[in-house]
């Protein structure tokens, strides 16, 4: 019997589950300390009851941890080297981060044009020297690096010898285009990398001291999972939302819907196509970052069961802040949890104090049933339309995806029959405002309130080795974990490209300790690069990957149609 | 915020054959270049997705011989479609301008087509053109064709068009590809100086094309008044290109961009697949989203002999007295067959170099003093016998002009092996084949 926990650290709360086989064996909920995350998770597992008597097979988390540091600015200073080249001007871009331009050109095939000047780096080594102030963290990402390392290599070469205790983050080692992006990647990673140590080392004492040996691991944005120790701390940014997409697969089997997760203060979406998370085109923005980090097409909104209600010029609105639980729940203020406990679409909550709350914002001889229901209503209509209008717009943004290809516009994704999938504390209660303002149906789980906490638990690997060959200059590099070396193969390789593509997969994922099954492939593009009317080599693009997915499915029958209607 | 569109597409699954210039390899590295220096993440940058056109939209525009079904046209179709997504969000008022990064191009492909020439079946920007009229009732329209290569194709779907002014830089037609494109060729009886082509010595470079730009182009926009301007942004005048010989440089592009202000850029040829398009394509994509394009140098250094300024000059007031001479290349041409009015009859060759054959086309239009007046295209493909007819009622056309185009469709069914007609002012397409009958195509 398989038994795998997981928890999900939330904005308000965090949730934990065990799940064994198909069933939830058990639940808690505590209070989320942002001050002290380690202690929160401890009080999780505590309230699950872990012990040695009772062994677990794996520890999954979902942590809010370097998200937190990112939106706070609580790292340690990095000092960031670009070698910019040509191109556009960096002034374009909004940096959120000081950065210093060093001299370097690579072209968009990785061939070197200037080489840096070894002056200006003796320069710098020796300001260096003089500063006091000056930072163990230093960034170096040079543009087109993704191709070619040789620049940040030859750097980081110098800087070692002179300065060997400084922490060297490069940026080849996200291998992906977008020099913008891939700066800002490599910045906030090496600024999380102490923070996300130290926290590692910790939990995994903590639970061995409670005569827990389960291996732990972490939730990826991208909806992947790995040890906390092969983790790069910036892919764990907004786990949350992804638990909350990865909590519905685990309930819906090889459906397409919509997910939208509930929570305190703000609403989680997502997208499932066909039993697959979709995933972003782009990295996940964080704050002022945009990132090159993997993640699923996630949106959230900032409006949550426990919003606060706020009076403005032109009435009522919900508030992006949360004052503390709902008022029908003991909380100071009323929320839309307390127009869902009058209206008697939750299960819980004290409906004479929600009565209370919902009385306090209006005139009172405005206090008559038909006078309170009406605002309820309006309150509640008013939540379900900001998320049916931002569903509507990331289904347009889905639609909208480029195309690079004549068979990607020749072979749209089908126009499915979406449904939409709530969970979190109101997903009861906003069900059928939900499905008036969209149309389509809303169901609901058996297993709201720990929805994340059981796609943490049930997270399965992801993996993705994404190859770019260029046979006339006889290199190439893998995006994923930016190694680049020299291609021994032919000029114009077919069967032996396939073959090296699966060897280097291979080798990346036994490097972080994953077990490559269920793998499929993305077809190879062929570029023919030709001088002169003559072919003179290729260059190939090929992609080998294991897409987000969970391991398992809860045994469950979801509710379907309207409680409302029932009634 | 005033947004930039961009639609890029590179059809990287598509090629004219493995060592074609229009192969999978020509926006590849354009495509690494852009994604590289993160101009998608540009907050006035915005990214749409490509589209199909369908093919009534294409033949509303172009007469497609002997038989649309006769040509590969998913691609094309593509390219055009994409070309209309963006169209579409300008005309709404998504993006206040924007740049068809696509592939394959258009300026070449003419008012019939029996093929591939120049690498082009179906024009991206005349299609755009006329979709922009039908759909949002849009007026006046100008191209400025900055392509190396003479824009022939558009210049033959609009020569007798008074709503499209047409503007074509080139290099010199005796010196390059396709050979047309001289200062005389003024339009059509009814569209009488609506065509402006500026044949430019090699070497003109940078400076010499921002001069004809600022002295002749701009002066005969502003004239016109256009409500939308249309770039066909070839980027052949670059110097590295291994064709012509025109010395413009990546910034000198921008610039181009800059002067022009097209409410959309279209791509067109250039085939300097490394030393140019990376860079050309960045800075015209900065220019139209406002941005420094100061920084976009190529690796190479241009090598080319360069014009001297003070003659190109002197040849540009030569070109400005050629034109105001011009004389009509039409003769009034009566027929028994043809409606009533007076018919200008203007006799073509079409050479189409993908495949080397030569059309031979017989056009006449209707002098009309209220439209564009009805135009009649016969073209024939020798030595095969089979004649195909083109028949065009214009946009805003007269009653007569209209009742003339209609006229003219029944009186050749029957009469030769294929005939389209463009009721543009009815938006409708009507397609007549011997084995067939009548087709009709939805234009919308
Ligand atoms: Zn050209
Ligand atoms: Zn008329």
């Known amino acids: 019997m398989r038994r795998h926990v997981g928890i999900d650290v939330g904005g308000t709360f965090t949730d934990a589950v065990v799940i064994n086989e198909e069933e939830i064996e058990k639940k808690a909920k505590v209070p989320t300390d942002q001050d002290n995350l380690l202690q929160t998770l401890l009080s999780a597992l505590d309230r699950l009851g872990l012990d040695g008597g009772n062994p677990v097979d794996e520890i999954t988390v979902s942590t809010t941890l370097v998200t937190n540091s990112i939106l706070q600015g609580r790292f340690p200073p990095v000092e960031l080297y670009l070698l910019p080249g040509g191109g556009m001007k960096l002034e374009s871009l909004s940096w959120p981060v000081p950065y210093k331009i060093m001299s370097g050109t690579i072209d968009y095939r990785g061939r070197e044009i200037l080489p840096p000047d070894e002056l200006q780096w003796r320069r710098i080594l020796q300001e260096r020297r003089q500063n006091p102030l000056k930072s163990d963290h230093v960034a170096i990402v040079g543009k087109f690096s993704h191709r070619n390392k040789l620049h940040e290599d030859q750097l980081a070469a110098y800087w070692r010898l002179a300065e060997p205790e400084v922490h060297l983050a490069l940026g080849h080692e996200w291998g992906q285009a977008n020099f913008y992006r891939r700066s800002l990647t490599t910045y906030l990673n090496l600024a999380s990398q102490d923070l996300w140590l130290e926290f590692a080392r910790e939990l995994e004492r903590a639970v061995g001291e409670r005569g827990c040996h389960a291996p732990i691991k972490v939730l990826k944005t991208d909806g992947g999972v790995l040890p906390l120790d092969q983790v790069r701390p910036v892919e764990t940014i907004y786990s949350g939302p992804t638990a909350g997409v990865l909590g519905a697969m685990a309930q819906n089997p090889d459906a397409s819907y919509v997910v939208v997760d509930i929570g305190g203060t703000t609403t989680d979406l997502g997208i499932v196509l066909s039993g697959s998370p979709l995933v972003s085109a782009r990295g996940a923005k964080i704050g002022p970052y945009k990132t090159l980090v993997r993640s699923l097409a996630v949106r959230s909104v900032a409006v949550g069961a426990d919003s606060a209600i706020v009076r403005e010029a032109d009435g009522l609105s919900l508030a992006r802040y949360r004052l503390g639980p709902a008022y029908c729940l003991g909380g100071p203020a009323p929320t839309p949890t307390d127009a869902m406990c009058y209206l008697g679409v939750v299960p819980y909550g004290d409906r004479v104090r929600a009565e209370e709350a919902l009385a306090s914002l209006l005139p009172d001889e405005h206090h008559l049933p038909a006078d309170l229901t009406g605002l309820a209503e309006s309150l509640l209509e008013e939540m379900a339309g900001r998320l049916a209008a931002e569903i509507r717009a990331m289904e347009q943004e889905w639609q909208d995806e480029p195309a690079y290809k004549i068979w990607g516009v020749l072979h749209p994704h089908e126009a499915r029959q979406f449904y939409v999938w709530v969970s979190g504390g109101g997903a009861r209660g906003l069900r059928d405002f939900l499905q008036k303002q969209l149309r389509v149906e809303v169901r609901v789980g058996r297993f709201p309130e720990v929805s994340n906490a059981v796609g943490a638990a049930l997270a399965r690997p992801t993996f993705s080795c994404t190859l770019h060959l260029d046979t006339v200059l006889g290199r190439f590099s893998l995006e994923e974990s930016g190694e680049q070396g020299k291609w021994q193969g032919s000029i114009r390789p077919h069967a032996e490209v396939d073959a090296f593509l699966e060897k280097s997969a291979e080798r990346l994922a036994a490097a972080k300790g994953i077990d490559l099954t269920g793998t499929e492939k993305e077809p190879f593009d062929f570029f023919p690069i030709v001088q002169g009317y003559r072919t003179v080599g290729q260059i190939v693009r090929g992609r080998l990957y294991v897409p987000p997915g969970v391991r398992g499915h809860l045994n469950q029958r979801p509710e379907v149609g309207s409680r409302r209607s029932e009634t | ?242 064709l012509a010989s025109m010395n413009v440089t990546a910034r000198g592009y921008g610039r181009i961009t800059e002067l022009v202000k097209p409410d959309l850029a279209v791509l067109e040829g250039g085939y300097s697949i490394e030393a140019a398009l990376p860079y050309v394509n960045l800075a015209i994509l900065l220019a139209l989203a406002g941005e420094d394009y100061d920084g976009v140098v190529e690796a190479e250094k241009p090598t080319r002999p360069q014009v001297s300024f003070t003659s190109l000059v002197s040849r540009v007031k030569e070109l400005k007295a050629e034109y105001a001479q011009a004389q009509p290349n039409w003769v009034w041409r009566p027929e028994p067959y043809l409606p009533d009015g007076t018919w200008a009859y203007i006799p073509r060759m079409i050479y189409y170099d993908t495949e080397g054959f030569q059309e031979v086309r017989f056009d006449r239009v209707r002098k009309c003093a209220h439209c564009g007046g009805t135009v009649f295209i016969e073209s024939r493909r020798p030595p095969s016998r089979g004649r195909y007819a083109l028949v065009r009622i214009p946009f805003g056309a007269c009653p007569q002009c209209s009742q003339a185009g209609y006229d003219l469709w029944e009186y050749l069914i029957g009469r030769v092996e294929t005939v389209q007609l463009q009721d543009q002012a009815g938006a409708q397409v009507l397609f007549w084949h011997l084995d067939e009958g009548v087709t009709h195509f939805s234009t919308s």
């Open chain 2, 1 to 242: 915020m005033n947004k930039t569109g961009i639609l890029f597409f590179p059809a990287f699954d598509w090629s004219l054959g493995e060592t074609h210039p229009e192969r999978e390899e020509r926006l590849l590295y354009t495509q690494e270049q852009l994604f590289e220096e993160g101009v998608f993440d540009l907050p006035q940058i915005r990214q749409f997705a490509p589209g199909m056109a369908p093919l009534g939209k294409a033949l509303l525009t172009q007469g497609i011989f002997p038989h649309p079904a006769k040509h590969d046209l998913t691609a094309h179709l593509i390219a055009a479609g994409s070309t209309l997504v963006l169209g579409e969000a300008l005309a709404e008022g998504q993006i206040q301008n924007g740049f068809a990064l696509v592939r394959p191009p258009g300026h070449h492909a003419g008012a019939t087509v029996l093929g591939n020439r120049g690498f082009c079946t179906l024009n991206n920007e005349a299609i755009l053109i006329n979709h922009l009229r039908s759909k949002y009732g849009v007026k006046k329209i100008a191209v400025v064709d900055t392509d190396v290569h003479h824009g022939d194709g558009t210049q033959d779907i609009f020569y007798h068009d008074p709503g499209v002014l047409f503007i074509s830089l080139h290099q010199d037609g005796r010196t390059l590809y396709p050979g047309t494109g001289f200062a005389s060729e003024k339009g059509g009886p009814n569209a009488w100086g609506m065509n402006l082509d500026i044949p430019l010595p090699p070497g003109t470079g940078d400076d010499g094309i921002h001069y004809v730009l600022e002295n002749w182009v701009l002066p005969r926009l502003d004239e016109f008044k256009p409500d939308i301007v249309i770039n066909s942004a070839g980027q052949d005048n670059h110097f590295s290109d291994p």
